[in-house]
């Protein structure tokens, strides 16, 4: 670049909003996202986790219920934990996110894909924090 050039400005980036992450198929993330390393994982938790965050924080749901079922997942599995009869204190909560730990259940290798799943639920459970830290400041 020679010093009559100006720097090229920065490409916008496309931004989503909230409905757009809600509408996302947390289900076909996670199906993809679980069993292999790649752009799948990375889509899982980036605009999977946050579109999970939405849903459940639209519930009403707390952080730390996320949080404690990552706990239950990482230590008695995917398929465990999504035939628990109450994952979260509200019914369609517990709903929702039985669809997410049904879908991964099916591809989740023992131990490995647990893992992978609770280290998912730990991140949507950090978002949920983030946003209601966030609304609260801003009243």
């Known amino acids: ?36 390393e790649g752009p799948h994982r990375t889509a899982l938790f980036g605009d999977g986790a946050i579109g999970a965050a939405v849903v459940l924080d639209r519930l009403g749901v707390l952080p730390r219920s996320v949080a404690f079922l990552a706990e239950v ?29 049904e879908a991964a259940g099916t591809v989740a290798r023992p131990v490995v894909g647990d893992e992978t799943t609770a280290r998912w639920l730990e991140s949507v459970a950090e978002l949920i924090g983030l946003r209601r830290n966030s609304r609260a400041r801003g009243r």
């Open 1 to 36: 670049m020679t010093g009559s050039e100006a720097p090229m400005p920065p490409t916008p980036r496309p931004t989503r909003t909230d409905d757009d992450c809600a509408r996302l198929d947390t289900t076909m993330m996670l199906r993809y996202g679980i069993p292999s």
């Open 73 to 101: 997942v990482r230590s008695g599995g995917v398929r465990y934990a999504s035939q628990l009869p109450e994952l979260l204190p509200d019914q369609a909560a517990t709903d929702t996110v039985r669809l997410w730990l």
